[in-house]
């Protein structure tokens, strides 16, 4: 299994990053996936939830209007658009998988992508 996240970098503040976690190992369309974030010396939070097929997506009150989470199960793929971006959402970024129907802890997780945005 492997959930391998990727386009991470340094913005400036109202930037644009687009965010991709390709996913390798298990049944993809199988799983709800979602993106969340850890800042230094902060604890993990999540930021955006998307459902196996796409029909229920969440997201955390802070970046609400500026991500936008979407997935396509053909290429096994999860992306996290993020725009109007902040100083504050400077962290590493995760992606994880879950187990549709299931809820509770991720079952799987990538490895991680920075994201610096500079004020």
């Known amino acids: 299994v492997q959930l391998q996240a990727s386009g991470g970098g340094l913005v400036q503040a109202g930037g644009s990053l687009r965010l991709s976690c390709l996913a390798s190992?298990?049944?993809?369309?199988?799983?709800?996936m979602g993106w969340f974030r850890q800042a230094p010396a902060q604890e993990r939070e999540s930021v955006a939830t998307i459902t196996w097929n796409g029909g229920s997506i969440w997201y955390e009150d802070s970046v609400k209007g500026r991500f936008t989470i979407s997935r396509d199960n053909a290429e096994n793929t999860v992306y996290l658009l993020m725009n109007s971006l902040k100083p504050e959402d400077t962290a590493a970024y995760y992606c994880?998988?879950?187990?549709?129907?299931?809820?509770?802890?991720?079952?799987?997780w990538g490895q991680g992508t920075l994201v610096t945005v500079s004020s």
């Open positions: 994880a998988a879950r187990r549709r129907f299931i809820t509770g802890e991720y079952d799987f």
């Open positions: 190992g298990f049944t993809f369309s199988s799983y709800d």
